[in-house]
């Protein structure tokens, strides 16, 4: 494994012309359909990156600003933004072109944590990353805070759950579109 690579040697840019097989009733395409091509993306920078098999851990910000339509080609471009020990995340931008008019939207941007794992199915050691731009430094430090506000946030949550009392469900539920209606 080489001890060190630069973002510029993994990244990847697919691009797939959306047909009709994808779309949902309202003919625009299915969110999962994107989400699908993102996860393989994702896969093929990492594992560049990593040179070795790499699994999908977690997916954040999946927000899709505009919807695409059959016919038009999706484009993604993808790069390692982070490494930890064992953790890369890469960074997926999602474009949507229109082959007739040349306008290109911007549909969503999204992080995918991948693990890198050995041939004993264990997460494995990846190279670091060597960060040539002011770009590359902003998206690591971008990762790094990133991972940190959601370890506190997974904390937060685990202490929230923890404090709910059903008991209390009538008033902290009070102007909340839901009743209670319990059937024994
Ligand atoms: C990913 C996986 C290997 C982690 O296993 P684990 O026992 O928690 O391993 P570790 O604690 O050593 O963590 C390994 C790395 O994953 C990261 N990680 C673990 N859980 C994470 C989470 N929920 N979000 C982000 N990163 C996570 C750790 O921070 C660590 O990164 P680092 O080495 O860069 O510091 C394990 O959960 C797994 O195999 N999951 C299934 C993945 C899969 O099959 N995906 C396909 C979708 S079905």
Do not use: W
């Not at 779309?23 to 091509?37: E, Y």
């Not at 910000?61 to 484009?75: R, S």
């Amino acid at each position: 494994m080489s001890p060190s690579k630069p973002v510029r040697l993994s990244q990847t840019t697919i691009t797939e012309l959306m047909i009709p097989a994808y779309a949902n009733f309202g003919g625009k395409i299915h969110g999962g359909i994107l989400l699908s091509l993102m996860d393989k993306v994702a896969y093929a920078t990492a594992s560049k990156h990593a040179e070795t098999y790499c699994v999908t851990v977690s997916v954040d910000k999946v927000e899709f600003l505009q919807p695409v339509e059959v016919g038009e080609l999706v484009l993604m471009h993808a790069s390692v933004n982070y490494v930890g020990k064992t953790s890369l995340v890469v960074g997926i931008r999602v474009e949507a072109q229109n082959v007739k008019t040349g306008i290109v939207k911007h549909t969503n941007s999204s992080f995918f944590t991948m693990v890198a794992k050995g041939d004993d199915d264990k997460p494995t050691q990846v190279p670091e990353l060597i960060l040539e731009n002011e770009e590359e430094i902003k998206r690591f430090i971008e990762a790094m805070r990133m991972k940190e506000i959601k370890a506190k946030v997974r904390e937060q949550m685990d202490d929230a759950k923890s404090k709910i009392e059903v008991d209390n469900a009538r008033s902290l539920l009070k102007g909340q579109r839901c009743q209670i209606k319990i059937r024994l």
